[in-house]
Nanobody, 120 residues
């Protein structure tokens, strides 16, 4: 079995910074996709940033210039660095990983979610 564990959420002031992490563990052959989603109050879950198989990255317009997604393949970990945080960034942030187990079957996984609150 493969498990995702998220950390790094909490309360920050507007203009502050925060770094989220998500680590995958278990029987992992390779990781094709790692991404961060968020769900703001009253809204649907939305993509924040994604890192693809070939190293490509994409960001939501709302976080371009303020967010950076990084992967540490040796540790099976993905990070989301967020700067210049705004109250509108308040949301539950979810890690998403598409992994391949030794069976070569791709398996999509979601983290448990971590709350980020931006408020003074």
């Amino acid at each position: 079995q493969v498990q995702l564990v998220e950390s790094g959420g909490g309360l920050v002031q507007p203009g502050g910074s925060l770094r989220l992490s998500c680590t995958a563990s278990g029987s992992i052959l390779s990781i094709d996709v790692m991404a961060w989603y968020r769900q703001r109050p009253g809204l649907q879950r939305e993509l924040v940033a994604i890192s693809g198989n070939g190293g490509s990255t994409n960001y939501a317009d709302s976080v371009k210039g303020r967010g950076t997604i990084d992967r540490d393949n040796a540790k099976n970990t993905v990070y989301l660095q967020m700067n210049s945080l705004k109250p509108e960034d308040t949301a539950v942030y979810y890690c998403y990983v598409l992994v391949r187990t030794p069976t070569l079957v791709p398996v999509p996984l979601w983290g448990q979610g971590t709350q980020v609150t931006v408020s003074s």
